[in-house]
């Protein structure tokens, strides 16, 4: 089975002679008009004169074999002609002694055979046989094998030529024939002239060394012309191409005279005139691009530059980071393919409204991504001062992500304020105005009921402007205070503030915490309100009867480390099993519990868990404020509740020797992340 040749291998093999020839046409056009004259007026005379040498060649061998032909043909017939009558008569004695005397008077010949009408050698000089004895000693067994016509035309001998490692050796079959009885062959072996090799291998040397001589001729005339005129010429033409992509320093320094000369001369001063007019204005366009550069990267929109065709030129620091091109090359690449494909396909049309119909400007507002992000884009025309031609398009991003999700906040914060203060205000309206109106006709007991409920609603309205403030104070960004301080008096002080309420409700509040109670670093008043939300809070769920702990310890109580299982020459190593120990502060009830649904939204303002022992009224804010309070304090709040068992809220608090500045680290990623959170509750 053959194997056939892949398609591409024909199309590699077509690409690879193709660049091949693209390459031999690159080097070929770089030569000046008289340098390739000059090549192909060689290639001629080379040609030609490799014609003329070859057939003087073959010429003069043709001669010297014909020479050799003609004399080993006379050599024969002479020869013949005296041994004819000895082979007749069967003196093989006289015939082996004439023979070897013809042979050695002549150095060219080199064997010399008899042999009988059937082929069979009986004699030959050089060598002869070894037979049994008597007149038989001179007989060979050995045959030629030859035509069968060469008796039939004695006086025309059989010639041919064979290749030995001593040269070319010419054979003649001569046939004997006497009183028309053929005999036999005599078979002569001639050495090729010693004289017409050596005037043959002369001319040979001649002739190679007059085609050396012209080459040699030809290589100095080219590299003569090379020196002196297609040198300067290609150290022009790279000097111009130097001057037109902008580099003024090129110069030209070959010591060339003659009008060559002058020209190289007349390039260097008007290269030295273009490059100080160049330096008399690189200045001023080295200011104006560093100032239009700093604008552009300062901007706080993105900003990206296209030209006619749409492919990006310029993209500044804020485009590169809203759409992750960080590090990326983006000369020449198109816009709308470097973009999500969703928000390519929404450009689409609004870009091809600059690009091909004239428009002077387009904008769009689109969003997408997840999560989310709201951009609004800005196309503008760039039109040279005729405003006829459209040199490209500046396109402005602006990432209004945040002030959309601050609109929805802002607006749902209002709408959960107004609607909680205007519950509040409608029963103090309601309970005034019947009071107003109907104070004459209602009995005591009733006007002081009206003045409770009126008395009530108000504290309830105070409370939620007060929850309101806290919380607005937390979101504004002003730096806490923080200072070492021990968290148990604030404990203490927390239930003693709750304990006649605990008494009415049956709860005994009970406080689980070590005298050795390291000191943290927080503030004294911020954590007050978080111990009094989340007690008072608690105190609401529980159950009469049931006990409410609020308990304080060092979590973890030790920071831990494992031996090391092996020890290398750099000296023994050990792993942390446990973070560092801070304070972890426990507020514990056994009251209804919280179901899995509500866990989720705990934590959101204004929102409040309604169940069947949930008598209590409220803002909704309490636990929104706890959160933030402690992730000021760099911790997060969390829970763990169960139906009808009760629930534990749990937070920690850094010790005293801990890194303020981490501290405030740690709370500006705690922040972000609950806006991340809020922003994609809004979201959805």
């Avoid at 004819?84 to 082996?96: H, N, Y």
């Avoid at 409608?426 to 209602?442: A, C, P, R, W």
Wanted: glycine content about 8%; charged content about 20%.
């Amino acid at each position: 089975m053959v194997p056939t040749t892949p398609p591409t291998s024909d199309a590699s093999a077509n690409a690879a002679s193709l660049s091949w020839w693209e390459r031999f046409s690159s080097w070929w056009a770089e030569f000046s008009l008289q340098t390739k004259l000059l090549a192909i007026a060689t290639l001629v005379v080379s040609l030609v004169m490799t014609g003329i040498t070859f057939f003087a060649l073959n010429g003069i061998q043709r001669d010297a074999v014909m020479n050799d032909t003609r004399y080993a043909r006379d050599l024969g017939l002479l020869l013949a002609g005296n041994v004819t009558e000895l082979v007749d008569q069967g003196q093989d004695r006289e015939l082996a002694n004439v023979a070897e005397k013809f042979w050695r008077s002549s150095s060219s010949l080199r064997y010399i055979f008899f042999a009988d009408p059937e082929g069979v050698v009986y004699l030959g000089i050089p060598i002869s046989g070894n037979a049994t004895g008597g007149s038989e000693d001179l007989r060979l067994t050995r045959r030629l094998e030859l035509p069968a016509e060469l008796q039939s035309r004695p006086q025309n001998p059989l010639v041919r030529q064979h290749l030995t490692p001593q040269g070319k050796v010419t054979d003649v079959f001569v046939p004997l024939v006497r009183n028309g009885r053929y005999l036999g062959v005599l078979a002569l072996g001639v050495n090729p002239s010693e004289t017409g090799l050596a005037s043959a291998a002369l001319t040979r040397e001649v002739t190679v060394a007059v085609f050396i001589s012209i080459w040699v001729l030809v290589i100095l005339g080219a590299v003569f012309n090379a020196l002196t005129i297609t040198r300067p010429v290609k150290e022009l033409l790279r000097g111009v191409r130097r001057i037109a992509t902008g580099d003024f320093q090129a110069r030209i320094g070959l010591p060339v005279g003659g009008e060559l000369g002058e020209l190289l001369d007349g390039f260097n001063a008007m290269a030295s005139q273009l490059q100080a007019y160049d330096a008399a204005n690189i200045e001023e366009l080295t200011a104006a691009q560093v100032k239009q550069a700093s604008l552009i990267a300062t901007m706080a929109d993105g900003a990206v530059l296209l030209d006619q065709q749409g492919l990006i030129v310029l993209a500044n620091p804020t485009a590169r980071r809203l759409f992750k091109w960080e590090g990326r090359n983006l000369e020449g690449q198109e816009f709308l393919g470097e973009l999500p494909e969703l928000l390519a396909v929404e450009l689409h049309s609004t870009l091809d409204a600059v690009l091909t119909n004239g428009s002077e400007s387009n904008e769009l507002r689109s969003s997408s991504g997840e999560p989310p992000r709201t951009l609004r884009f800005v196309f503008q025309a760039v039109r040279d001062a005729s405003g006829e031609s459209l040199k490209g398009i500046a396109v402005t991003i602006q990432d209004l992500t945040r002030e959309v999700e601050l609109n929805a906040a802002q607006s749902r914060f209002i709408s959960n304020v107004s609607h909680e203060l205007r519950t509040p205000l409608f029963n103090i309206k309601s309970y005034v105005e019947t009071l107003h109106d109907l104070g004459d006709q209602l009995t005591p007991d009733e006007q002081r009921e009206f003045l409770g409920v009126a008395n009530d609603e108000t504290d309830r309205l105070t409370r939620l402007v007060n929850d309101v403030l806290d919380l607005s104070r937390l979101e504004s960004g002003r730096a806490v205070q923080f200072e070492a301080l021990n968290l148990r008096p604030a404990m203490e002080q927390t239930l003693r503030t709750y304990r006649l309420n605990a008494e009415d409700r049956e709860v005994e509040l009970q406080l689980d915490v070590a005298s050795d109670l390291p000191e943290i670093l927080g503030n004294w008043d911020l954590l007050l309100q978080v111990l009094d939300n989340l007690v008072g809070n608690a105190l609401k769920f529980s159950r009469p009867g049931g006990p409410l702990i609020l308990r304080a310890y060092a979590w973890p109580d030790s920071c831990q480390v494992q031996a090391p299982a092996s020890f290398t020459s750099d000296g023994p190593t050990c792993a942390l099993t446990s973070p560092l120990p801070k304070l972890r502060v426990e507020i514990i009830d056994t009251g209804c519990g919280i179901s899995e649904a509500d866990q989720q939204r705990i934590f959101d303002r204004f929102y409040r868990v309604e169940n069947a022992v949930h008598t209590e009224v409220g803002t909704g804010l309490g636990l929104s404020i706890v959160r933030g309070i402690v992730e000021k304090h760099g911790s997060k709040v969390q829970m763990v509740s169960e139906p009808d068992v009760g629930t534990t809220f749990w937070f920690d608090l850094p010790l005293a020797l801990s890194d303020e500045d981490e501290l405030s680290l740690e709370s500006e990623r705690q922040t972000r992340q609950q806006q991340n959170e809020m922003a994609d509750q809004l979201s959805a």
